[in-house]
């Protein structure tokens, strides 16, 4: 653990960000990939509200422990994983009174 701690808190936060927000572009390429298919989605309900609720809780979890890595990127996911939830039940509903 001496290693760990050796390294300046900064750029733990710096590269945290960095992490956070790569997973925030992997969020980003399902939302344009559903927005763009006019095919029903794959994504079950329980995946993206499971999702949202995971990245509004280590948002969270990042503003009570003032970890911006943490708030900052969750609340990034929380908006686009919403926007997500938004396309892929419009979707669904769309396709269910279809046939």
Same mark, same amino acid.
């Given at each position: ?5 050796? &390294? ?6 710096? *590269?945290? &960000? ?7 572009? *992997? ?50 996911? *929380? ?21």
């Amino acid at each position: 653990m001496n290693y760990l701690d050796s &390294i300046p808190a900064a750029l733990f936060e710096f *590269v945290g &960000i960095i992490a956070g927000l790569t997973a925030c572009f *992997v969020i980003l390429i399902q939302l344009i990939k559903e927005y763009k298919s006019s095919a029903p989605s794959s994504l079950s309900n329980t995946f993206l509200i499971g999702w949202l609720f995971i990245y509004a809780f280590w948002g969270l979890y990042g503003v009570r422990f003032d970890t911006m890595a943490l708030w900052l990127t969750n609340a990034i996911a *929380v908006s686009l994983q919403a926007m997500l939830c938004v396309i892929v039940f419009r979707k669904k509903a769309r396709h269910s009174r279809k046939g």
